[in-house]
Each structure stands twice: as C-alpha cells, then as structure tokens.
C-alpha cells in the first residue's frame, strides 16, 4: 500500500480494532478481517503491521468499523477507503492517483458552492499535493 505518513492512520485504525474487539470478541473481529486472532492481538498489543495485516484491516475497517454505525466520516476513515480504492494499483500509480481522486472531491464540492467538508481537508493533508 502507498507508505505516505501511514503511521498516522494506524492509532484510529488500532482504536477501532480495540473498539470492535470490547464490543464482540477477538475471534469475531480476527474472522471479520480475514486474519488469525494472534495477529490480531499483536496489533492491538501495539506492533508495527505487515503491509498485508494493515491491507486486511484497512478492508475490515471500511466494509465492518465504526464508520458504518456513525453518522460523520472522519479523515481517518475517508483515507482508508481511498486506500482500499487503489491498493491493486502498484506503489507507483497509487499516490497520483489518491491526488487525483481528492482533487476531483475538492473540485466538486468547489463546483457545487458548498464548503470542503472536514474529512477531505484531513485526506488532502494525508495525500499531500497541496489544496486548491
């Protein structure tokens, strides 16, 4: 997946994980995410994820977290939708086309005369390549 500032991800992503996993269990979280539930603790105990754990996460957290229930989408979760959008892309195509993607989500709110929400500011500072 795209390496740019990913550690900034990772503590809203470990949230959620501890969220759902307090509110069900290990085992039902592990399943959800399509990994095992040793793995699964080794990331809530605070390591460092291999690029296919955090792959796994980023699809559990967009398809099962807490995104679905609430109301507001946060930067967080925006972001990881967008990686989950391009991960079959390879390294090299993945950051232009994130630029591409907030760009268009920028122009359109800017053609539709309603202000930037919150979220995409916080993926246009993730993203990088600078705001309209």
Do not use: C
């Amino acid at each position: 997946m795209v390496s740019m500032n990913a550690a900034t991800a990772v503590p809203e992503l470990r949230r959620a994980v501890r969220d759902e996993v307090a509110a069900t269990s290990l085992h039902h979280v592990s399943r959800m995410a399509g990994m095992n539930a040793g793995g699964l603790q080794r990331f809530i105990d605070g390591g460092k994820p291999y690029t296919a754990t955090r792959r796994r996460l980023e699809r559990w957290y967009v398809l099962h977290g807490p995104g679905r229930h609430e109301t507001a989408l946060s930067g967080g979760s925006a972001f990881a939708i967008l990686r989950v959008l391009v991960q079959d892309l390879s390294p090299a195509r993945q950051r232009p086309t994130l630029e591409l993607l907030v760009k268009s989500l920028e122009d359109a709110y800017a053609t539709a005369h309603l202000p930037r929400p919150g979220w995409l500011g916080e993926v246009r500072g993730e993203v990088g390549g600078g705001a309209p």
